[in-house]
């Protein structure tokens, strides 16, 4: 494992997008989006996607010169088609609209239909910060979780993601899959081998399992609390809405129907929607109560919580945010750690397109 | 126990608040707001709370001649002062609002400060599905629970309720504490004196404990996820978020400052803000897509879902709000079973305000 810098590796990644056909803008933007993720210290997330993404585009189910459009709308709301493009490049422009609309009329809550991946959720709830608005950003996904009580594989890990703008304090960023784990935790665990705790996985009879490639197997991941006793039915409830949101008000395809994002998975050939869908909002703080009131009251909640009592042998309460931005400033410092077989593909990646790296 | 028909209890509800000094109108909508939470098999939040109320207006934290009123909005957006009422009328005045809002705009979306109790959540998100929208309700509550690592009791169970409205099926409603399990489950355990599932409650050293007397005897509620290695720390996300839109948007006490329900314990004599928040938000789905396409697609949604496959032994995939909607058919028909000592409560009551029970 070696560290790269992480300037070196998002101009990689902008280059290859493109040399896929992405104008300047659209590639600057899409690589920006994917390595924050890395930056952030999601890696399941970041750069180890980028020939995932390139997969898509090989088999036709990106388009490189979308024309991304609002197809509905009112003061507050939208819906927008983003034409099969890259959700990296997608979602940031919905998210810019669901901005100026609650510039406009305080709030602002736009669905994507016809999107893709679009990287990490909380890149673009963060989008509102620098407004003083509070953002918001949720994105149905590939089925690989089954409601309480199914065998079936009909939701995705649906993140939320939110973001609350502060004054002294950093700002609160709450980024959350609707799973007991995320996946990509999962494949932690798969490389070295290593079993997972109950209530993450459950086998292909819906039988509880401690494998972590219980899913490979046929199995799924559990829903947030993992069985019934432990409030799953509240993480299938969260991963609902998620989709819900994200794709029946818009139009994108929700459920089982959703398109996976691996290019060996076929999408389902019956369709209720188009592509995968997202869901964003945007709040001005000043919309409810002054501005400087609003950040001096986050700021006291913060500083409250961060100096909880905390139970013998932890450091710290942590304010959702702290180890992200934390991860974020060491890796610019000392670059991102990535592993031999990303590494290796991206350098397959490199040689296809006539790239260094 | 017996069974009481829920218009006898509903007319009893009514006339103690108007005992105490509701006018008509607002004393039929607070007894229609916690009647709903017996008919739908919330039984903690119904009439069982009936004499906390009235301990609290004895305590003098009840306003019954309150001024309800917009301090602060924008055409998506409104703060609401509750003026100290009770929050079965304060909050079904906010969502009126908020639902106003919507119709002009698209979505509105409402934080309440200086308000109390307000029954079930799931009440209040329901009032938009008339209205072919969809209705968000959330609410901070007396601190119970501590965030992951933590042995404070910083957060109330702080639920979320989201409706959804369909054609032929019924509404989606989703009603959910962000703890692993309600206070309510917990205290039918202590009835029984039963222990606890693991993940629901830790001691007063933040040990994880089963003794179902934990939160009493100084523990703490847990988050949604129960420890951190089961996603605590996202029912700790969770929880904050609806305390932050509820109280720091609003400017109601946030976090340990909230006043407790319960008159036995005072309010922090250092308040943060006035009373406790609610966040509401209407959305109309026609501001997203044409309505009869939404419908369609809701109802097809929910058919997949409750067409799931089942693990071996399990009936059947719940759908958000099945299991209230069906007790509320059940209650209307056979009547609302009461615990002894809750009528002993209620004929207390009648006493006190010279009604017959």
């Given amino acids: 494992m070696n560290n790269y810098s992480y300037k070196k590796l998002e101009k990689f990644i902008l280059d290859v997008f493109l040399k896929i056909g992405y104008n300047q803008e659209q590639a600057v933007l899409a690589a920006k989006v994917l390595i924050s993720a890395d930056l952030r210290g999601v890696d399941s997330h970041g750069i180890a996607r980028l020939s995932g993404y390139i997969r898509l585009w090989e088999a036709k189910r990106i388009n490189t010169n979308p024309t991304i459009k609002i197809t509905h709308e009112t003061p507050s709301t939208a819906v927008v088609d983003g034409d099969a493009a890259l959700g990296l490049v997608a979602a940031p422009k919905a998210m810019e609209i669901a901005i100026e609309k609650a510039k406009n009329v305080g709030t602002g809550w736009v669905s994507v239909k016809n999107s893709n991946h679009y990287g990490i959720a909380g890149y673009h709830s963060m989008m509102a910060l620098d407004h003083d608005m509070?953002?918001?950003?949720?994105?149905n996904a590939s089925p690989?979780?089954?409601?309480?009580?199914s065998t079936e594989r009909l939701l995705g890990t649906n993140p939320i993601s939110v973001a609350i703008p502060t004054k002294n304090q950093p700002a609160f960023v709450a980024d959350m899959a609707t799973t007991t784990a995320a996946n990509g935790k999962l494949e932690i665990l798969q490389r070295k081998?290593?079993?997972?705790?109950t209530g993450w996985v459950q086998d292909q009879s819906g039988?509880?399992?401690?494998?972590?490639?219980?899913?490979?197997?046929?199995?799924?991941?559990?829903?947030?609390?993992?069985?019934k006793e432990h409030g799953s039915h509240k993480g299938y409830i969260l991963g609902s809405i998620v989709d819900i949101f994200s794709a029946v008000l818009s139009g994108a395809n929700y459920g089982p129907w959703v398109p996976p994002f691996v290019s060996?998975?076929?999408?389902?050939?019956?369709?209720?929607?188009?592509?995968?869908?997202?869901?964003?909002?945007?709040?001005?703080?000043?919309?409810?109560?002054?501005?400087?009131?609003?950040?001096?009251?986050?700021?006291?909640?913060?500083?409250?919580?961060?100096?909880a009592e905390t139970i013998k042998g932890q450091e710290r309460v942590v304010i959702p945010g702290d180890p992200e931005r934390e991860m974020e400033l060491e890796r610019k410092k000392?670059?991102?750690?990535?592993?031999d077989p990303v590494v290796e593909d991206l350098k397959s990646l490199a040689d296809k397109f006539g790239l260094d790296f």
Same sequence: chains 1, 2.
């Fill in 134 to 139: 509070i953002g918001i950003s949720m994105t």
């Fill in 144 to 149: 690989l979780v089954s409601p309480t009580f």
């Fill in 193 to 197: 081998k290593m079993d997972c705790p």
């Fill in 207 to 227: 039988a509880i399992t401690t494998d972590s490639f219980g899913v490979k197997n046929g199995g799924a991941l559990l829903p947030l609390g993992g069985d």
């Fill in 264 to 307: 060996f998975l076929q999408p389902p050939a019956d369709p209720v929607g188009e592509g995968i869908g997202h869901f964003f909002g945007a709040m001005r703080v000043d919309a409810f109560r002054p501005k400087e009131e609003f950040l001096d009251h986050i700021d006291n909640w913060i500083t409250r919580f961060r100096q």
């Fill in 334 to 339: 000392n670059g991102i750690p990535l592993l």
